[in-house]
């Protein structure tokens, strides 16, 4: 099974991803090609420069996971694996660009909006994002 794209600029695109986070980072190039950034703590999952990241949320209740056997055609050697699917939609409003080019920002927003965005995306909501500064203003006040 493969995950699903419902609107944005990776509407109609899919991925064949390890896991499924509820969040998902997906990189454009200039080119209009669709790269999933989804090991978020893995260095080679980083943006290039002329990328631009799109935050993405998974559509509730459309999450799946299984597990795949069979034989190699040439060595008959057994194979196996596993998958996770889901279908995301577009995050209405995208954080800066600052938040989601490195991992460390990146885990920082996640961490700052994770709360937020667990509950609207469980009630249907969109969401609204803030960042990691606003938190801690509030935090302040």
Known sequence: MMSTFLDGPAAGHEAKL???PMMLRV?????????????VDDH???PS????????????????????????????RRTD???????YR????QP????LRQGKDWRAWCEANKERLRGDHHNGRPPEPRSPQAESQE???
């Open 81 to 87: 694996g596993r998958f996770e699917s889901c279908t």
């Open 18 to 20: 390890v896991r499924c």
């Open 96 to 99: 800066d660009q600052e938040h």
């Open 49 to 76: 420069d002329d990328e631009l990241v799109h935050v993405y949320i998974a559509v509730a209740g459309t999450y799946a996971t299984g597990m795949w056997d069979g034989r190699d055609q040439k060595t008959g």
């Open 139 to 141: 935090a302040k006040a």
């Open 90 to 93: 577009l995050l209405p409003t």
């Open 44 to 46: 080679a999952s980083e």
């Open 27 to 39: 990189a454009v190039d200039p080119w209009n090609h669709v790269r999933t950034l989804e090991m």
